[in-house]
C-alpha cells in the first residue's frame, strides 16, 4: 500500500523511498529497478566521469519511470558542461551534495528538473532553499560516505523545522528498514533516502565481496574520518569526511593521521594496488550505520517492498502495538510532513 506523503507528490512517485547516487555504483540498473519499483532511483554522477555517465544516462532513454541524478557539487564545478550531459537524459531532478548549488540552480530549473539538495547544517539548508530548491536531503552523520559531524535524528527535525512546510524534506544516515522510514517520518520527515541498504543490492554496481562485508558488518563496524581520503589522496573539503567500513587499513591508520601524511607516497601507491585487485581489507567499502541491519542482496524492488511494508504496518499501529495504543496515530493531526496513507 502506498504511503502518500508530500514528497511522492512532487516527485511524482508511489512510495518516499529515493536510493543515493553513490558515485558509479549507482548506476542505471539500480536507478531503473527502484523506479520501476515505485520509488525514485537517483543514477549517481559523483566525481564526474563523462564517458560513463554517457554510457549510463544511454540505458535510461528508455525509462517510463521518473528517476533522477545526482553530483557532487564541488566536483561538478570543474566539469560544469557534465550538467548539460545529465539534463539531456530528461532527469525529473537533479540532486546536489557538498557545496553552494547556487552556480548550478538556474540551469536545472529552467531545464524543468526539480533540484534536490543534500544539506548537513541549517546554513547548508538556508543556502539550498535561498538558491530555489524544491526538496532537501538532511543527511546525518550516521550515512555511509561523506557527510559532518549532526546525527540523524538531531538534524532532520533541524531541518523539517527550517522549512516549515515550503517544501518537503527527506531524511539520511542510518536508515536501513521500514522502523527506520516509520520513525523519520514521525519527526517530519516526508521520505528517506538510502546508500547502504541498496548497496547490498542485486542491481548495485559495486563489488560482490563489497557487499558480502556489508552483510557480514555489525552497527559498530563503520568509521567516519579522512584515512580512506587521504589514502586516495582525494582530500574533500571542511566540514565533509567519509564513513566507511572498518578494515585492517582503517584499523592501522586510527588515530595515526599525521604519521599517514607524512607516508603518503608509500600508503597511496600500496592503497591504489589494492583497489585495483579488489582487496577489500585495504580499499574502503563505503557504507553506513544501517549496516548492522541488512543481511541480504535482494533485488533493489524487493527492498522497497519491505520497507514500504513495514513501514506502513508500523504507521498504521499494526505492529509495536503497545507503543501504538500510548501515543497519537503520526497520520493524525499536524506534522511537518502532512502525511497521508493511501489506500
Known sequence: ??????????????????????????????TSAVSAAGGFGILGGGYGDRAWLEQET???????DPFGIGFITWSLAKQPALLDVALEAGPRAIMLSFGDPTPFAPRVKSSGALLICQVQDEDMARQ?????????????????????????????PAIVDLAAGRVPVAAAGGIGDGRGLAAMMMLGASGVLLGTRFYASQECDGADEAKRRICAATSGNSVRGIIFDLSRNNVWPAP???????????????????????????????YA????????????????????????IPPAGEIVDRIVTEAEQIL????????????????????????????
Do not use: Y
Not at 58 to 64: I, P, Q, R
Open 1 to 30: 500500500m502506498p504511503i502518500s506523503t508530500p514528497l511522492t507528490a512532487r516527485l511524482g512517485i508511489q512510495h518516499p523511498i529515493l536510493s543515493a547516487p553513490m558515485d558509479v555504483i549507482a548506476g542505471a540498473r539500480l
Open 58 to 64: 544511454a540505458k535510461l532513454a528508455d525509462l517510463s
Open 128 to 156: 539550498a532553499l535561498d538558491a530555489g530548491a524544491e526538496i532537501l536531503i538532511a543527511q546525518g552523520t550516521e550515512a555511509g560516505g561523506h557527510g559532518a559531524s549532526r546525527s540523524t535524528i538531531d538534524i532532520v
Open 240 to 270: 565533509f569526511t567519509g564513513r566507511c567500513l572498518i578494515n585492517d587499513h582503517a584499523r592501522r591508520w586510527m588515530g595515526r593521521e599525521v604519521e599517514l601524511m607524512q607516508n603518503i607516497k608509500a600508503v597511496a601507491a600500496e
Open 273 to 296: 594496488a589494492a583497489r585495483a585487485a579488489g582487496n577489500f581489507d585495504i580499499a574502503a567499502v563505503i557504507a553506513g550505520e544501517a549496516v548492522g541491519l541488512i543481511h541480504d
Open 316 to 343: 498504521g499501529g499494526r505492529r509495536n502495538s503497545v507503543a501504538a495504543s500510548s501515543f497519537p496515530s503520526p497520520l493524525v493531526g499536524e506534522g511537518g510532513a502532512d502525511i497521508v496513507r493511501a489506500g
